[in-house]
Nanobody, 117 residues
Framework: QVQLVESGGGLVQAGGSLRLSCAASGNIFSSNVMGWYRQAPGKQRDLVALITNGGITNYADSVKGRFTISRDNGKKKVYLQMNNLKPEDTAVYYC???????????WGQGTQVTVSS
């Protein structure tokens, strides 16, 4: 059984930085996509950034140039470096592992990020 555990959320002032981490356990499959999503109160869960096991990345327009996703395949971890944070980045951030049509999708429990103005 695969589990994802996020860490690194917290309260930060606008313009500050945070680094989120997500550790996976279990069989994550050799070909997969890991990503970060976020959900603000009363809103849907939206994509923030994705990274394939080969290192190809994709970002939401709202975070391009400010956030960087990376991963360590050996440690089965994915990271999200968030710089120049804005109040509108406030949300619960969720780690996701997509193992494709045969492995399915797995979600972490989420970590709160709050950016004060």
């Amino acid at each position: 059984q695969v589990q994802l555990v996020e860490s690194g959320g917290g309260l930060v002032q606008a313009g500050g930085s945070l680094r989120l981490s997500c550790a996976a356990s279990g069989n994550i499959f050799s070909s997969n996509v890991m990503g970060w999503y976020r959900q603000a109160p009363g809103k849907q869960r939206d994509l923030v950034a994705l990274i394939t096991n080969g290192g190809i990345t994709n970002y939401a327009d709202s975070v391009k140039g400010r956030f960087t996703i990376s991963r360590d395949n050996g440690k089965k971890k994915v990271y999200l470096q968030m710089n120049n944070l804005k109040p509108e980045d406030t949300a619960v951030y969720y780690c996701n592992l997509d193992r494709g049509p045969y492995g399915g999708s797995v979600w972490g429990q989420g970590t709160q990020v709050t950016v004060s103005s």
